[in-house]
């Protein structure tokens, strides 16, 4: 797969404090990534080496095939950031802060309108900025990062304390805008989105991967070996995933009938805390 994004070895302290120590992954093109990992794990520090905000003290990060440092104006305009630095012009409308931002990136009017739709702002197109609620401003400004479709998107918590509806309106953009061919790279500390969104995460701890795959492959990774069968009298009976876990479960029930039996797999919370031994949020 054509890398979009990788990491050697890479560490960065900040005033003798490493935030980041020995980081090392890779993201292919297609890809939605998600970067998890709990407040002050290094996230957004991350994003701000891949997109040249930071120098790393050491290691090497590469961007669509070059080192970072060689990237030149032409190889930004295929990136997208959403992040804390991203912001709005509070007298402008919407529209108007969608429209300024098209132009200056050379990106046809009719882009924008198709944007607002996207991102149910439509009532809102006429709305100054400074009247937003914080999910409707969260959307301007996912609308204004992806406006020119770049080929790689970087998202730091982009749904971050917004309303379920809103949040699935972004997801469903997202997914949309990755089918055209977008790589995202997105932190977050919500395990539930991460699951839904990404085909690989990776667990941040200390500035450090501690896993990193498919979530389906760490459950399975995780899981613990263990059967559950639920019987017809209410009983729960748990035996270890073998034949003779069957067996046991078999014995147990007698006559009573066997509703159902399920291996236990852990999600993603629970996996993050078996991984690093900490709560994701
Ligand atoms: N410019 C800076 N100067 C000093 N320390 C910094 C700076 N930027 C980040 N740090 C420190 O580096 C560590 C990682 O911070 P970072 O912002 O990357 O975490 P995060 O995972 O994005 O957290 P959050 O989820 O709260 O945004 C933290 O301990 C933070 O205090």
């Not at 950031?81 to 969608?98: A, F, I, K, M």
């Not at 059967?227 to 067996?247: F, M, N, P, Q």
């Amino acid at each position: 797969m054509e890398e979009q994004i990788t990491m050697r070895g890479v560490g960065i302290s900040f005033g003798g404090a490493q935030a980041l120590r020995d980081l090392t992954f890779s993201v292919g093109r297609g890809e939605i990534f998600g970067f998890l990992g709990p407040s002050g794990a290094g996230k957004t520090t991350t994003i701000k080496l891949l997109t040249r905000q930071l120098t790393a003290d050491e290691g090497e990060i590469g961007v669509f095939g070059e080192p970072v440092e060689k990237l030149a104006g032409g190889a930004f305009r295929r990136i997208g950031v959403l992040s804390d630095n991203s912001g709005v012009y509070e007298r402008l409308t919407v529209q108007q802060n969608l429209e300024l931002l098209a132009q200056l990136r050379g990106v046809d009017k009719a882009r924008v309108q198709e944007l607002i739709e996207a991102v149910g702002l439509a009532d809102a197109r006429g709305k100054t900025a400074k009247k937003l609620s914080r999910g409707m401003r969260q959307r301007v400004m996912l609308a204004g990062a992806v406006l020119h479709r770049p080929q790689l998107l970087f998202l730091d918590e982009p749904t971050a304390s917004l309303d379920p509806g809103t949040t699935a309106g972004i997801h469903a953009l997202l997914r949309q805008l990755n089918a055209q061919g977008t790589t995202i790279f997105l932190t977050t500390h919500d395990m539930e989105e991460a699951d839904k969104l990404c085909g690989r995460v990776a667990f941040l701890h200390h500035g450090h991967i501690e896993e990193c795959g498919a979530p389906e492959e760490l459950k399975l990774k995780y899981a613990k070996n263990e059967i559950v069968a639920l019987l017809a009298d209410g009983r729960r009976v748990s035996a270890e995933k073998t034949a003779e876990g069957l067996d046991r479960i078999r014995r147990a029930a007698g006559s009573c009938a066997i509703l159902s039996v399920h291996s236990q797999e852990p999600d993603l919370e629970e996996l993050f805390l078996q991984v690093t031994g900490r709560k994701l949020a």
